[in-house]
T-cell receptor, first 115, second 113 residues
Framework: QQQVKQSPQSLIVQKGGISIINCAYE??????FPWYQQFPGKGPALLIA?????SEKKEGRFTISFNKSAKQFSLHIMDSQPGDSATYFC??????????????FGKGTKLSVIP | DAGITQSPRHKVTETGTPVTLRCHQT?????MYWYRQDPGHGLRLIHY???????DKGEVSDGYSVSRSKTEDFLLTLESATSSQTSVYFC????????????FGPGTRLTVL
């Protein structure tokens, strides 16, 4: 059972455009939702994270939107640049109970930003 | 890279041979994790450790064992490697008991022929 579903699998955006990646989760006990960015040959790097007590978090050109009732969250990359071309993973974890602090990952989205 | 090193970075081995991957951290973090990454599957947790000699299974632990005899090292062992274990393996640390965030190492690419 896949607990975090991520879409789309791949995304092509023109330079300057907005990239949007969506994730949906099933486990209502999840209370931490990070996004990771991964370049080829490198480990995933934390990009931005949110908790369900806020509906939006912005850091520079990166914004997470969170909809608790729909159990969905999304990453928006404004003014996308070729340097943003990477694979992005959403994830979720819970802070208590069995399996606490274990990250469950989506399957990833490969973003290509074309000039 | 949160002070995490992984060794080897690349390894090619044959089916049936034992393989040990090493994760080393320099900042005395209590929590350490091993993941595998495969195309179309994202990252999946293999095993994790919450202290010296304290380990537990993750989602895809079959065929893997781990050991942690000192804080800085977390070893992942494939007792008898199979082609299905060809993957990229990542180690991660979680800085403290009150933090959800995990930081990842650079990865080890393992090919089992």
């Amino acid at each position: 059972q896949q607990q975090v579903k991520q879409s789309p699998q791949s995304l092509i955006v023109q330079k300057g455009g907005i990239s949007i990646i969506n994730c949906a989760y099933e486990n209502t006990a999840f209370d931490y939702f990070p996004w990771y960015q991964q370049f080829p040959g490198k480990g995933p790097a934390l990009l931005i994270a949110i908790r369900p007590d806020v509906s939006e978090k912005k850091e520079g050109r990166f914004t997470i939107s969170f909809n608790k009732s729909a159990k969905q969250f999304s990453l928006h990359i404004m003014d996308s640049q070729p340097g943003d071309s990477a694979t992005y993973f959403c994830a979720a974890s819970k802070g208590s109970g069995a399996g606490s602090y274990q990250l469950t990952f989506g399957k990833g989205t490969k973003l290509s930003v074309i000039p | 890279d949160a002070g995490i090193t992984q060794s080897p970075r690349h390894k090619v081995t044959e089916t049936g041979t034992p393989v040990t991957l090493r994760c080393h951290q320099t900042e005395n973090h209590r929590y350490m994790y091993w993941y595998r990454q495969d195309p179309g599957h994202g990252l999946r947790l293999i095993h994790y450790s919450y202290g010296v000699k304290d380990t537990d299974k993750g989602e895809v632990s079959d065929g893997y064992s781990v050991s942690r005899s000192k804080t800085e090292d977390f070893l992942l062992t494939l007792e008898s490697a199979t082609s299905s274990q060809t993957s990229v393996y990542f180690c991660a640390i979680r800085p403290s008991s009150g933090t959800d965030t995990q930081y990842f190492g650079p990865g080890t690419r393992l090919t089992v022929l």
